[in-house]
């Protein structure tokens, strides 16, 4: 089946730098889009990033220029790095494959704070 584990997040600094990563088993990878979500309390699931099999990437508004998606298909992962984190960064990060639905990771805590 289906499997996203995502790992790498936790407790930055404003200005600082986390590197997300997500495992991807169960599928194709290398023919899926991937992409990153993420959920703040009381908020609505919202896209962050996401990247196609070509390698093509789409970007939210409020991370262009700060984060990068990236994927190696050797290694069936996809990565999210993220720089100069605000407060309003803080979140839970959601991994995702597009298949026939949406499926997602477990997602992992990304606290921006000092």
């Known amino acids: 089946q289906v499997q996203l584990v995502e790992s790498g997040g936790g407790l930055v600094q404003p200005g600082g730098s986390l590197r997300l990563s997500c495992a991807a088993s169960g599928i194709i990878f290398r023919f899926t889009v991937m992409g990153w979500y993420r959920q703040a309390p009381g908020k609505q699931r919202e896209l962050v990033a996401t990247?196609?099999?070509?390698?093509?990437?789409n970007y939210a508004d409020y991370v262009k220029g700060r984060f990068t998606i990236s994927r190696d298909n050797a290694k069936n992962t996809v990565y999210l790095q993220m720089n100069s984190l605000k407060p309003e960064d803080t979140a839970v990060y959601y991994c995702s494959a597009q298949l026939s639905g949406l499926y997602w990771g477990q997602g992992t805590q990304v606290t921006v704070s000092s």
């Open positions: 990247i196609s099999s070509g390698d093509s990437t």
